[in-house]
């Protein structure tokens, strides 16, 4: 069973809409989540980073962690045609990534946002 | 704003040559690491290291090595390079508990 379980899509939705991006994970020690976005031919970007369990906003995105259900979720609101990249979900059980177990990567959501 | 730097985007080299990529960060990181990326399989951590002349192993080690002589800079070694080391490699480097941070990758094509 793989670790971090990401659906790589494509996932195409209307200028506008709310999207949502979704990660399960089956190790129960990881504590630390994050989600990067990569535009073609770039490196990941880091946009949300939480710890454990909870909430997080950002401007038009919001992260959520349930630990109990081992689910991650990123929710774009009012969605823009620049939001179309890869969203790539990463975890860890060590100091924000850089124990020994490093970070563990979905293999990301390719996101389409149509004008 | 953190800012790592890959020294090159793009390189061409041919298999059994000796490759050498090399990373650069600017904000006093202790930590940096060197994942590749390839379609369908996602990133994959090769080597991190914690401080200088610190190296540890990742998922995927074999092939290469690192070198780490001054913080701000690490550095990937293929020591034989092979075509199945075609791939995107990307540098990272973090702060303690701090998220990493990625550069731009560099496309490295073995021929």
């Not at chain 1, 946009?47 to 349930?66: C, H, I, P, W």
């Not at chain 1, 890869?86 to 924000?96: I, Q, R």
């Not at chain 2, 995927?60 to 080391?85: C, D, H, W």
Request: a neutral charge; aromatic letters at 12%; one cysteine or more.
């Amino acid at each position: 069973q793989k670790e971090v379980e990401q659906d790589p899509g494509p996932l195409s939705v209307p200028e506008g809409a709310i999207v949502s991006l979704n990660c399960t994970y089956s190790n129960s020690a990881f504590q630390y989540f994050m989600w990067y976005r990569q535009y073609s031919r770039k490196g990941p970007e880091l946009l949300m980073y939480t710890y454990s369990s909870g909430n997080k906003e950002d401007g038009r995105f919001t992260a959520q962690v349930d630990k109990s259900s081992k689910y991650i979720s990123l929710f774009i609101r009012d969605s823009q045609p620049s939001d179309s990249a890869t969203y790539l979900c990463a975890m860890s059980a060590g100091w924000g990534g850089g124990g020994a177990d490093g970070l563990t990567f979905g293999k990301g959501t390719h996101l389409i946002i149509q004008p | 704003d953190v800012k790592v730097t890959q020294s090159s985007r793009y390189l061409v080299k041919r298999t059994g040559e000796k490759v050498f990529l090399e990373c650069v960060q600017d904000m006093d990181h202790e930590n940096m690491f060197w994942y590749r990326q390839d379609p369908g399989l996602g990133l994959r951590l090769i080597y991190f290291s914690y401080d200088v002349k610190m190296k540890e192993k990742g998922d995927i080690p074999e092939g290469y090595s690192v070198s780490r002589e001054k913080k701000e800079r690490f550095s990937l070694i293929l020591e034989s390079a092979s075509t199945n080391q075609t791939s995107m490699y990307l540098c990272a480097s973090s702060f303690g508990n701090q998220p990493q941070h990625f550069g731009d990758g560099t496309r490295l094509s073995i021929l």
